[in-house]
């Protein structure tokens, strides 16, 4: 069997559109995963709250009494006061979000960090592909809502290196010196102009490697999305072997493709440290 580069040169134009839509889904992504990933990394780290049996159980049961509640009042909605408008309703369930926010927003920060860390300990103790075909295939059976397969991938990917990018900002922010958030209090900073001004540009410096090494990840992961049928590189590689049967040519044009994308964040990452460095 002879290589021949000009089943490559066929191939190219659909492998490109492949690229584009791999590139595509890794940026939507990287971006929803890093707005996520921020804000849990930043809530673990600085509202501790131990995941132990019984503040698990405690959680289980508010989502008991939530869901408890919520069916009640759909039932109550549907029967007795089946007359009442839509409006009414909808304020009435607004006014009860409102009144629990104001009596429990002590407890607030505490939801959010253990529903962070919930989060974190789930998707990172399962496979990105068990995590795509839930929300493509089982979430539409619970939510009824139909969601296509870029959308599933882009929320797949970004719930995913969200969890990973939060690990990496709470590690990034733990080892920073004690003494700097010490320092901004003393100042009289409120605590968004400390981490904004004294902690998170020290900790952004020694998060950007791993956090490089998470773009390439999440740039690789988004092939196993070729199981929801997405068009990305690797689907429309399967796609045109299937048409003419050139697996040499078409897999090792997508391998390098891919090497393409990596090197180039590689090379991003390796600028971006360079220009951040204190000496």
């Given amino acids: 069997m002879t290589f021949e580069w000009s089943a490559i040169w066929a191939a190219m134009p659909d492998l490109l559109d492949g690229t584009l839509m791999t590139i595509q889904i890794t940026l939507l992504g990287l971006i929803g995963g890093v707005l996520i990933g921020a804000l849990a990394g930043v809530v673990t780290t600085y509202v501790r709250v131990p995941v132990t049996w019984r503040s698990a159980l405690l959680s289980v049961m508010g989502v008991v009494v939530v869901y408890g509640a919520l069916r009640l009042a759909f039932w109550l909605g549907a029967g007795v006061l ?29 939801g959010l960090s253990f529903v962070a860390q919930v989060y974190i300990l789930v998707i990172r103790g399962t496979p990105i592909v068990v995590q795509v075909m839930f929300i493509y295939f089982a979430l539409p059976l619970i939510v009824g809502l139909r969601i296509d397969g870029f959308s599933a991938a882009v929320f797949t ?10 690990e990496i900002v709470r590690g990034g922010l733990q080892s ?10 003393a100042m009289g900073l409120p605590f968004y102009k400390i981490l904004l001004h004294v902690v998170g540009p020290v900790a952004l410096r020694r998060m950007i490697p791993t956090m490089g090494n998470q773009c390439i990840i999440s740039l690789k992961d988004s092939s196993l999305f ?6 990305e590189l ?3 590689g399967q796609e ?6 050139r697996a040499v040519e078409i897999w090792g044009a997508v391998a390098v493709i891919y090497l393409i994308l990596t ?13 951040t460095r204190i000496v």
Avoid at 83 to 102: M, T
Wanted: charged fraction near 15%; hydrophobic fraction near 60%.
């Fill in 82 to 110: 089946g007359e009442v408008p839509d409006w009414a309703w909808w304020a009435v369930q607004l006014a009860i979000v409102i009144l629990l926010v104001w009596r429990f927003h002590a407890w607030i920060p505490l």
């Fill in 226 to 231: 070729i199981v929801i049928g997405v068009a």
């Fill in 263 to 275: 090197g180039c964040i590689a090379l991003a990452l390796k600028f971006i440290e360079h220009r």
């Fill in 234 to 236: 690797t689907r429309r």
């Fill in 176 to 185: 920073v010196p004690k003494g700097l958030h010490e320092a901004g209090q």
């Fill in 157 to 166: 990917l970004m719930i995913n290196s969200g969890a990973y990018i939060a």
């Fill in 240 to 245: 045109i072997i299937a048409s003419n049967f």
